[in-house]
C-alpha cells in the first residue's frame, strides 16, 4: 500500500531513480531528491550524460561505453543500462547482479527488482552501460536533514491517503456499539462511498497527471482499455465541470455527511437513498456512451458506474426510500446540511485542481528553462558578454586547485559575509570534481585594525604561506563553515608568531584590486576572466565544468 501511494503521489523519473539506485548499491549517502534536482536539471536530461555528470559531481567515478552483449557476464555490477519496455524504449535499468544464465535488475515499468534469464535481457538491453566507482566513502552534505525531510513528506502522504479510513472505520464501530446489526448495511453504503471517493480521486488526478505509471498501468491494462479517448472527449464535460469533478462532489459529499452525522443516522440514509436512485440513470448513459460511441472502455469510469450500481441496490434492500423524511427534524434543516456537505468538497476541487495543474506545467516548464540555462553554449555566450577582469590578479589571494588549469574561478569576498559562506562549499565540490579547476580566492578587506574582516584574513593568509594545501583547506573550512565567526577561538587552532604583522601588503593589494575592479558586492565571481552573469550562481558552474 505505501509503495503504491508514492508511486501515485510521488511518481519517481526514471533517470534519477536509476543513479539513486546505483548509489545505494555502492553505498554512497546521497539522497534521492538532491539526485533528481541535479539530473532533472542538466541541460541534456535525460541522457546517460546528465546521470554520468550529477554522479561525478557527487564523487562518484563513471564513464559510460558500448558493449558487446556476449560479453555481458564479464561487465562488473553494478551498473546502469537501458532496456526496452512494453510501453517504452530506452529506459533506464541498474544491473545488481548477473551470471552465465540470469540477470538480476531493476525493472523501472514495475519500480521492483526482477531476475529474467540472460538471453531475455540482452534482447531487451540497448547496448550502452556506465560503470562506476568510489575510491573513498561518498557522503552529501547535511544527508540525513534531507533523508529526514523525505521520511517526513512520505508519512504526510501515507497519513493524508490512511486518515479518511481511520475516521471510516472509528465511524462503524460507534455505529455497531449503538445499532448492532442494524449498522451492516450502512456500513457498507459508506465503505461503498469511501471507494467510490478513491475511484473519483484517481480520475481527478488523471486529469492533472496523465503521464503517472499508476494511472497508466490502470487506464492502459487491456486492447480496449483507454481512459484517455472517455476522458478527454467532448462529452466529458457538463455545464463546463467534468463528470470526474461531479463523481467527486457526490462521493465525498455523502461521505461526509455520513461521518458528520453517524453511519445510521436514518434522516441521512434517506436523503443519500434518493440522490443515489437519481444519479442511477447516468450508469447507464455512461456504459452506452463507451460501449457504442467512443468504443473505449474507462476502467476508472466502469468502477464507479459498477459502485453507483451498488449503492442503489443496498438502499433498496435497506429500504430506506420509504422513510418518514420528517422523522428526525425540519425538512429544511435536512436540505441544508446535506448542500453545506456537497457544496464545501465542490469548492474545494474546483479550486485544487486547476492550482494543482498548473503546479505540475510550472514545474515542467522550470525544469525546461533550467536545462536552457544550462546549456555551455547559451551560459558561454552570456558570460563573454560580462564585465571582464582588467587588472592582474597574480599573487593575489589564496589559489587552489591545478595551477595549469583551464578553467580558473576568482571568488572575491568578506570573511564575515553569510552569501560567501554559503557559496564555500559549492566551491570546495567543484574543485573536488575538477582537476582542470582553479579557484583563487580574493578578500575585500582593509590593512586597519579597526576593520574587523581584517584579523581573519590575515590569519588565512599567513596559514597559505605555509603552502600546505590540506592545512589552508581545512582552515577555510573551519572558518566558513563555522555556525558562528570566532575569531579567538580561530586564532587559538591556529597559532602564529610574527607571519601575521607579514600579510599587510597583500591586503592592500587586495584591496588596491576590488577598487580598481569595483567590487559593490560578495561574494562576486569571475570565470575565465568574466564576471558571473547575474541571473547565474555558483551551484550552478556544476553543470558546465563536470569532467
Known amino acids: 500500500m505505501r509503495k503504491l501511494i508514492t508511486r501515485l503521489l510521488e511518481p519517481k523519473d526514471n533517470a534519477p531513480e536509476a543513479a539513486y539506485l546505483l548509489a545505494q548499491l555502492m553505498g554512497a549517502k546521497i539522497s534521492r531528491s538532491t539526485l533528481e534536482t541535479g539530473i532533472k536539471g542538466h541541460p541534456n536530461y535525460p541522457t546517460f550524460l546528465s546521470v554520468s555528470d550529477v554522479l561525478n559531481n557527487h564523487g562518484i567515478e563513471n564513464l559510460t561505453a558500448r558493449f558487446d552483449k556476449e560479453k555481458l557476464p564479464e561487465i562488473p555490477t553494478p551498473f546502469i543500462t537501458q532496456v526496452n519496455g ?95 446489526s442494524l449498522a451492516v448495511l450502512p456500513t457498507l453504503y459508506a465503505l461503498l462511498t469511501l471507494a467510490g471517493v478513491a475511484v473519483t480521486v484517481l480520475l481527478l488526478w488523471y486529469e492533472v497527471d496523465q503521464t503517472n505509471v499508476v494511472l497508466q498501468d490502470i487506464c492502459t491494462s487491456g486492447k480496449k482499455v483507454n481512459c484517455g479517448a472517455i476522458l478527454q472527449s467532448k462529452d466529458a464535460k457538463i455545464w463546463g465541470i467534468s463528470w470526474s469533478t461531479i463523481g467527486f ?17 436514518i434522516s441521512i440514509l434517506n436523503m443519500l437513498s434518493w440522490i443515489t436512485l437519481a444519479a442511477t440513470p447516468y450508469v447507464f448513459y455512461s456504459v452506452y456512451y463507451q460501449w457504442q460511441v467512443a468504443k473505449q472502455w474507462c476502467v476508472l469510469c466502469l468502477s464507479v458506474q459498477l459502485i453507483l450500481a451498488l449503492q442503489c441496490i443496498v438502499s433498496f434492500i435497506a429500504g430506506w426510500h420509504n422513510v418518514n423524511l420528517f422523522q428526525d427534524g425540519s425538512l429544511i434543516g435536512l436540505l441544508i446540511t446535506t448542500v453545506s456537505a456537497f457544496a464545501v468538497p465542490f469548492i474545494v476541487v474546483t479550486l485544487l485542481i486547476p492550482a494543482l495543474r498548473n503546479a505540475k506545467e510550472s514545474s515542467q516548464l522550470m525544469q525546461e528553462l533550467q536545462r536552457l540555462k544550462h546549456s555551455p553554449e547559451i551560459f558561454t555566450a552570456v558570460l563573454e558578454k560580462q564585465k571582464a577582469i582588467e587588472h592582474s590578479t597574480e599573487g593575489l589571494g589564496i589559489t587552489m586547485g591545478n595551477p595549469n588549469a583551464g578553467v580558473k574561478i576568482v571568488k572575491v569576498c568578506n570573511p564575515y559575509c553569510g552569501p560567501c559562506a554559503r557559496a564555500h562549499t559549492p566551491i570546495e565540490e567543484l574543485l573536488h570534481n575538477n582537476p582542470d579547476l582553479q579557484v583563487q580566492i580574493i578578500f575585500n578587506a582593509t590593512n586597519d ?72 558586492f560578495t561574494p562576486t565571481f569571475f570565470v575565465n576572466g568574466y564576471q558571473l552573469p547575474s541571473n547565474y550562481s555558483v551551484h550552478d558552474l556544476k553543470y558546465f565544468l563536470s569532467v
Not at 561518498?138 to 517526513?152: C, G, L
Not at 462532489?249 to 443516522?265: E, I, K, Q, W
Not at 570566532?486 to 576590488?514: H, V
Open 249 to 265: 462532489v457526490y462521493f465525498a459529499g455523502s461521505l461526509t455527511l455520513l461521518l458528520l452525522s453517524g453511519l445510521t443516522n
Open 449 to 520: 585594525d579597526r576593520d574587523m574582516k581584517a584579523h581573519p584574513v590575515r590569519h588565512l593568509l599567513a596559514i597559505d604561506e605555509q603552502q600546505d594545501t590540506s592545512l589552508t583547506q581545512q582552515a577555510l573550512d573551519d572558518w566558513y563553515l563555522a555556525e558562528k565567526k570566532d575569531y579567538e577561538a580561530f586564532a587559538q587552532k591556529y597559532p602564529m608568531n610574527g607571519e601575521l604583522k607579514k600579510q599587510g601588503e597583500k591586503i592592500q593589494a587586495m584591496r588596491d584590486w576590488c577598487n580598481k575592479t569595483e567590487i559593490q
Open 86 to 180: 512494453k510501453m517504452q524504449v530506452n529506459q533506464f535499468t541498474v544491473v545488481k547482479e548477473i551470471n552465465d544464465r540470469q540477470v538480476n535488475y531493476y525493472n523501472p515499468e514495475v519500480q521492483s527488482w526482477n531476475t529474467v534469464t540472460l538471453d531475455d535481457f540482452t534482447e531487451r538491453s540497448s547496448g550502452n552501460i556506465l560503470l562506476a566507482e568510489m575510491e573513498e566513502p561518498v557522503k552529501e552534505r547535511n544527508y540525513e536533514q534531507k533523508i529526514a525531510e523525505e521520511k517526513r513528506i512520505r508519512l504526510s502522504q501515507t497519513l493524508m491517503v490512511i486518515c479518511l479510513p481511520l475516521f471510516l472505520l472509528a465511524a462503524a464501530i460507534f455505529a455497531f456499539i449503538n445499532a448492532g
